[in-house]
């Protein structure tokens, strides 16, 4: 990978990156009924599963970053499916072209709207080529494959921009399912940089992966999605048929088949923890002192009294920032944990699952007065203390 990246060019200005921007936006409301038809084309199994993808990809030693683990000032390559797309590329003053696209993936879907996302959710990604015909020429739906993405920050959010010395991409189209790349061979121009690869089968494998999740999203939002209100000039805003928002429930009330997707929100003590074979996955011990059935009881003595055994919940905590911020946890400490899933795990357990550190917060005696959450658990701590320490 080259280290080498240029700066952004003098006369490409953020005004002019912005004005790109603002016609993705406007070219992704009138796309989104073409979108929903093409991932109709590509039938999610039942139950959507596919929903439950983690993005994310090595192949041959080459990262491509889930976009929720992106970093400011990185070269980084990403995989994405396109929610909006400017469809007719220009020229920059200094002469190259450039066009730009938003990409989204199952890591910040949740920060989008979930499935009632907004039109151009995702990271948007600006392209300057020096041929026209070397831009990706993606459509809404198509799942784009970028390496050598430089991560910008601009007005409060990041931005991917390709710079045509370093570029490469690719666009896999998921009603063909063949991937499209850049003639390297134009006549009469030699780009700086080869812009294809070979792409391997564990690539494309994933883009499949995508897609399908991608149609998934799409036919639950549909299934979501209630009618739509203009206000003024403004953007159309979906309003939601059924409640989804993320409740605070006690272990007991959650479930994996309570709406929506069995997510929900927790207040918990630790009790321990340790990392597993799967190097990017950590497990917590929690408890808030509700009994729940399904859930593994046959928990080590040295940290779980035989009276609490039904009363913990095992979760995964998964995804870089997460596993870090699990293995700083302490036994006896209380958090706050936004969007846990709960789920029926490979040996048939009830568990949970956990991957947005930004939605964790440790708490503290301080907190007590705000948070009639912890009052409460910490009332089942003095009223419970004689049943664990048994």
């Not at 073409?34 to 929903?51: F, G, K, M, N, V």
């Not at 090595?58 to 976009?67: E, F, L, M």
């Not at 209630?226 to 989804?244: D, F, L, M």
């Not at 950590?282 to 035989?306: L, Q, R």
Request: with cysteine; aromatic share 8%.
């Amino acid at each position: 990978m080259d280290a080498g990246v240029p700066s952004m060019p003098a006369d490409t200005s953020p005004e002019q990156l912005a004005n790109a921007q603002s016609g993705a936006q406007e070219a992704g409301l009138a796309e989104d009924v073409d979108s929903t038809r093409r991932a109709a084309e590509i039938e999610p199994s039942d139950d959507d599963p596919a929903l439950d993808m983690r993005a994310g990809l090595i192949v041959d030693g080459w990262p491509y970053t889930a976009i929720s683990e992106i970093r400011v000032r990185a070269l980084m390559s990403i995989i994405g499916v396109v929610t909006s797309v400017n469809k007719e590329p220009a020229k920059s003053q200094r002469g190259d072209w450039c066009t730009c696209f938003s990409l989204l993936d199952p890591s910040v879907l949740d920060s989008f709207g979930g499935v009632l996302y907004t039109p151009g959710a995702g990271i948007k990604i600006n392209c300057f080529m020096r041929v026209e015909q070397w831009l990706p020429n993606a459509k809404r739906g198509d799942v784009v494959l970028l390496r050598n993405v430089k991560i910008q920050k601009w007005q409060d959010s990041l931005t991917g921009t390709c710079y045509a010395n370093t570029m490469q991409w690719a666009i896999y189209d998921p009603v063909t399912e063949e991937i499209s790349q850049p003639n390297p061979d134009i006549a009469g121009h030699r780009s700086h940089n080869p812009p294809t690869w070979h792409v391997a089968p564990p690539e494309k494998e994933y883009c499949a992966q995508l897609a399908r999740w991608w149609a998934a999203v799409q036919r639950t939002r549909a299934e979501r999605q209630g009618t739509a209100v203009q206000i003024g000039g403004g953007p159309i805003i979906a309003s939601e048929k059924k409640q989804t928002h993320r409740q605070h429930l006690l272990i007991s009330e959650a479930d994996p088949g309570r709406e929506p997707r069995g997510y929900f929100n927790c207040t918990v003590e630790i009790l321990h923890g340790h990392a597993n074979d799967v190097p990017d996955i950590y497990s917590i011990y929690v408890t808030d002192y509700t009994s729940k059935t399904g859930t593994f009881m046959e928990h080590s003595n040295e940290w779980c009294p035989a009276s609490l055994a039904d009363r913990v919940l095992r979760i995964e905590m998964w995804r870089d920032k997460a596993v870090a911020l699990a293995q700083q946890m302490k036994p006896g400490e209380y958090w706050s944990l936004d969007n846990v899933r709960m789920k029926v795990s490979n040996g048939g357990y009830i568990e949970g699952s956990f991957s947005e550190a930004v939605k964790a917060r440790k708490l503290s005696i301080a907190d007590v007065d705000t948070s009639h959450h912890l009052q409460a658990l910490l009332q089942c701590v003095l009223r419970l203390t004689p049943l664990s320490s048994g």
